[in-house]
């Protein structure tokens, strides 16, 4: 099964307007399509970058339990949606019990493959504690990573951080789907000219060729003869191999 679906989670007694963090991330993927802020699933959505773009879909959710929105999730009846999941986003204040539980190795939150992000709507944590607490997770094995919202596009170590950071996690996520954007850019490169086309101009340069030869006068320099069909000959061979 292909994983093309992103799973959004906020907490609605935060007072952190959770569609403002959505539209920056993906506003470009939703200014293409029809939705409203309080949909819950907005399809065919499509993600592009240099070098590829992939189809997928948004699902948004919301608690007021995060402990009992992960327990619902890890319910075997959710089995086929986490199969689903490209990736996991948690907006929320952040909470270092959660974290923990999430943190583990092979959590059952989402699949091995999935991506799994909290975005940090606090501030409390500074991008250093954030950098921290991302080295003890990744020390233990987990897959989560702790984003901090407030931050700019890049810290003192010229890193990608905040919103930023969770559109190139996406960037570098290896959609099944993409289609690279090579193959696109070369369907839309100018046509090279065809080998009946060459063709055609090759036996009109000799033909052209033919007459110029004919019309020197017999007492002509040799050399000029001779610097005339090399000429022809350089630009005869020139198209041939085009």
Known sequence: ??????????????????YDTIKKIFGKSLDAVEHTP????????????KYYSTDFDLYIDQYTS??????DLRDPECDVLREALAGL??????????VSLLSTKG??????????????????LS????????????????????????????????????VERVKEIIDTYPWTNMVKQLLINTQNAPNKPSDRDNLDSIVQKLTDARSHYQSLDKDDDETDSNSFANEIAKEVSERLSF
């Open 38 to 49: 309080n949909d819950s699933i907005v399809k065919g959505l499509r993600w592009r970058t």
């Open 107 to 124: 959590s059952p939150i989402v699949h091995q493959d999935s991506f799994l992000v909290w975005c940090d709507t606090t501030g409390e």
């Open 127 to 162: 991008d250093d504690e954030t950098e921290n607490m991302n080295v003890e997770i990744a020390a233990v094995g987990g897959s989560l990573e702790i984003i901090r919202l407030i931050s700019g596009e890049k810290n003192e170590f010229n890193d990608t951080v905040g």
């Open 1 to 18: 099964m292909g994983r093309d679906k992103i799973l959004i989670a906020y907490n609605t007694d935060n007072e952190f307007t959770h």
């Open 66 to 71: 995060l402990d009992q929105w992960l327990e």
């Open 89 to 98: 986003i948690i907006i929320d204040d952040i909470d270092k019990t959660q």
